[in-house]
Structure formats: structure tokens, C-alpha cells
């Protein structure tokens, strides 16, 4: 087998096959610096029902783009690859489809945690980096937190458990908030990881320590002979394996273009930063939505990572408005140094990732496009993975993710 891509998708992905007892590659150049894995606000299972996408979204573009404070920027240059996703987003808004990738979503996410915990049932490092004690939703106006009912409401009937906390249970909760929230909303069942990166190197040892191979190089072309794969290109030479997963978040839409599928995917480059030794602690990780945040307890200090940003990366941009944010949040913020980072979300219209064979291929798969929610689902899809090359009996809602819904 070959796993191309090393993210947290790739990683967990790579090791499920390899404990399923095949011999397995995993193909990455190497670097965590830039991966949507590194950035992100190591959340698990928090509104990981909800889809990205709903009939409002393109009706506020206009307003955004004028916003410099939204936490949706749109840049000229996402023209290219814009239409056909509208195409399939406008569709994707609206109901049956919006409640079937909600149904979607809420199969990988609300089982996250429970794959990671099986997965990881022989790495205790790994295991001892997740927690698993809330993520709350601040609201810090009345709008943000009326906006937010009817999401309340399908996460209800998803089957999320949730606690309503006025101002004064909120800022029991988070003492060092600077200003009287407008209550919040805790999803008891949810999760987060105190130390992504970590996460990624642990779960790279345990496969390395389990047989799998690591391959450092990028995948530039498919060998392929009818309807098989039968070597890859890289910049390490040619590699050849019996069966290939694409894994490798946003660069796997041109990966899947070389294997004649168009995948409808956007770039929404989003930042982390980690504020080490901070004086502000939290119990548990929290979200402002209206403000596309979160705070996270991290093992350095405290992780704020989020915002979305599409057609160009905006690094500066976001992190020094992740870094204001924060700010206003919090009486006195105070901390001895900033790691930051940015990588891309692989997003597509309708918030679902492709999670199912190559079209045309027989012995190629994907396992890429996880957006929002990839590091809560990425041991729930790396467990379909295993069902699909195993011809196990597959769990029959599987079919939402197959790779050829955009065609
Ligand atoms: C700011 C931010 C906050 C987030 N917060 C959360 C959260 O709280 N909870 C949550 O569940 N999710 C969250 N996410 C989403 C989550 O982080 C992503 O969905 C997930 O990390 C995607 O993982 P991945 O492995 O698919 O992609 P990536 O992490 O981007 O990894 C892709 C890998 O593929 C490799 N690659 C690329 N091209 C090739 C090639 N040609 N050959 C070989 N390898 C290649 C790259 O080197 C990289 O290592 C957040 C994302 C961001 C950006």
C-alpha cells in the first residue's frame, strides 16, 4: 500500500492500514510547517455537524469582501476553481442536501473521538495528548448567540449533547474574560488535542515502529496502465506499491486531476498560534463563532487558531488578527513568546469529504477533502479506508463521500 500525504488524515490513514496487517508506504516531503494538521485549533467533534456551506453564504460575500475584519476574506485571484464549486454549493445549501451532509458530518465527527481512542490504543503518548472535557460556543452579543439557535437545533437532533450556561455560569467557567459574555452553549461530548504537531510525530513514530516505511518526497505523476496504478513519480525516484490512497489535504484535487477526476476543492487557509506560558488558563477549548475563533489549552500555554481565508494564504494578516482578537478577549493578556502558523483547509461544497475509491480505478482510493473538521474525523475516515481496501462489509452511509458526487 501507499499512502500519499502526511497530514493527520495521511498519518492516521497510513497506520490504521498498516494495524489492519498490510505492508504500507507513507509518502510525504516532509515539512509540518504548512499543513492545514499544524494550524489547526485541535479541536475534536465541536459543531462538527454543522456544514459550512448554507443558502445565506453567497448572499453575504459582497458584505465580507468590504469587511477588512471579516473572519472570511476572499481574495480576486479565487476566481480560478470558484465556479464549479458555487455550482455545487449552491445546491449543497439547500435541504434534502444540507441535511444530508449534516448526517454526513455527524457520522465522522460525533465518532471521532471513539476511532482516536481505538486507534491509538497502543501509542499512550498519542492517547495522553487528547482530553475530552467540552468546547463551548461564547457568544459575546445577543445576535451571535440568536444566529446560532437553529445550528443548536440540528445539533440537537444529531444527537450532540448540549448545556446552556448563562453570562454568570460562562464567566465561571472563564474567569479572565474582559467583558460579560452573552452566555454560551457547552457540547459536553467534545474533545481537543493538547498539542497537535505532537500528535503527528507520535502517530509517525507508532507507524515507523509498527514496519511502515516512510518515503520523504513529493508525488509529482501516476504510472498508469488501463485501469491500475502501477507506479508513482516522485521526487525520489519512481515508487511502486499494489494499492494507492490520496491523502494529501488541498494538493490531493490535482493529484486526483492526473487521475482524470475533477474534484470541485477550494483552499481556505486558515492560522494557529500558540501563546506560550500564558498567564490566561482555561479548563476546556472554546469557540467564538461570529468571529471564526477558538481558544484551546495547549501544553506550551494557549492555542487561538482559525479564520478562513481564500485565493492566498494571508499569513501576517490573520495572526495579527487572531493576536487582536485575543486581545480584546481576555483582562490583560500576557505571554513570553508566539510559534505561528497557516495551512490550507481542503474544502469542498458540500462540507464532505471523499472518502471512497479512485472513478475508473481499481486499486486507487481517496481519503482527502475533510475542511473544518479533518482533525476530528481523521480516524473515522482512515477507518472506512480499512473497510474499502479490505472488501469488509461497508458502512452503508458510504456513499456520501464517494468521489463521484461532482460529476
Ligand atoms: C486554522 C485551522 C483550524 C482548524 N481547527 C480544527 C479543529 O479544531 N478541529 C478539527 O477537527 N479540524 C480543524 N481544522 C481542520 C483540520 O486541521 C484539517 O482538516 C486537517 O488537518 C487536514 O489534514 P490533512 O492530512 O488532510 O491535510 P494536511 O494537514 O494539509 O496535510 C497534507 C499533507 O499532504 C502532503 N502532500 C501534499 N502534496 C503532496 C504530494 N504531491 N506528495 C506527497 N505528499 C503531499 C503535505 O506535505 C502534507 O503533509 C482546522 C484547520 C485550520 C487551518
Known amino acids: 500500500m501507499a499512502v500519499i500525504g502526511g497530514g493527520v488524515v495521511g498519518l492516521a490513514t497510513a497506520l490504521s492500514i498498516r494495524r489492519a496487517g498490510f505492508d504500507v508506504m507513507l509518502i510525504d516531503p516532509g515539512s509540518p510547517d504548512e499543513r492545514a494538521s499544524t494550524a489547526t485549533a485541535g479541536i475534536v467533534g465541536c459543531s462538527a455537524v454543522i456544514p459550512w456551506v448554507d443558502d445565506g453564504l453567497w448572499a453575504s460575500l459582497p458584505g465580507m469582501l468590504l469587511d477588512r475584519n471579516s473572519p472570511l476574506q476572499l481574495s480576486w485571484r479565487l476566481a480560478d476553481g470558484l465556479w464549479p464549486f458555487y455550482r455545487h454549493s449552491r ?62 437545533l440540528v445539533r440537537k437532533q444529531r444527537g450532540m449533547a448540549l448545556e446552556q450556561l448563562d453570562a454568570v455560569q460562562t464567566l465561571e467557567k472563564i474567569p479572565q474574560l474582559a467583558k460579560a459574555p452573552c ?78 477526476c475533477r474534484v470541485p476543492l477550494l483552499a481556505g487557509y486558515g492560522s494557529g498560534l500558540v501563546l506560550s506560558q500564558c498567564n490566561v488558563k482555561i479548563d476546556a477549548p472554546f469557540l467564538v463563532l461570529d468571529q471564526g475563533f477558538a481558544v484551546v489549552p495547549n501544553r506550551h500555554g494557549l492555542r487561538v487558531a482559525g479564520l478562513v481565508s ?65 482533525l476530528t474525523q481523521a480516524a473515522s475516515s482512515a477507518a472506512l479506508v480499512v473497510q474499502l481496501l479490505s472488501n469488509d462489509q461497508l458502512d452503508q452511509n458510504i456513499g456520501r463521500y464517494c468521489a463521484t458526487r461532482f460529476h
Open 91 to 152: 445546491r449543497a445549501g439547500r435541504e434534502p442536501d444540507y441535511s444530508n451532509s449534516a448526517a454526513g458530518l455527524a457520522s465522522l465527527g460525533l465518532n471521532g473521538y471513539r476511532h482516536w481512542m481505538a486507534l491509538l490504543d497502543e501509542c499512550e503518548p498519542a492517547r495522553s495528548l487528547f482530553s475530552r472535557n467540552g468546547c463551548s460556543f461564547l457568544y459575546t452579543t445577543a445576535a451571535a448567540r440568536l444566529a446560532d439557535q437553529p445550528n443548536n
Open 310 to 374: 481564500l485565493g492566498g494564504a494571508r499569513r501576517k494578516r490573520q495572526q495579527a488578527m487572531l493576536l487582536r482578537r485575543v486581545g480584546q478577549l481576555f483582562e490583560n493578556l500576557q505571554y513570553q513568546s508566539i510559534t505561528a502558523t497557516t495551512g490550507a483547509r481542503a474544502l469542498t461544497p458540500d462540507s464532505l469529504p471523499l472518502i471512497s475509491r479512485a472513478p475508473g480505478f481499481s486499486n486507487a482510493f481517496f481519503n482527502f477533502g475533510h475542511g473544518h473538521w479533518g
Open 183 to 260: 452566555g454560551s452553549v457547552n457540547v459536553v461530548q467534545a474533545g481537543h488535542v493538547a498539542d497537535p504537531l505532537l500528535l503527528q510525530q507520535h502517530l509517525l513514530s507508532a507507524f515507523s515502529a509498527s514496519g511502515g516505511e516512510v518515503v520523504q518526497a513529493s508525488v509529482t505523476d501516476f504510472i498508469t496502465e488501463r485501469n491500475r496504478i502501477v507506479g508513482l513519480e516522485t521526487t525520489a525516484g519512481r515508487q511502486a506499491a499494489g494499492q494507492y490512497v490520496v491523502a494529501a489535504g488541498v494538493a490531493s484535487a490535482a493529484l486526483a486531476r492526473r487521475l482524470g
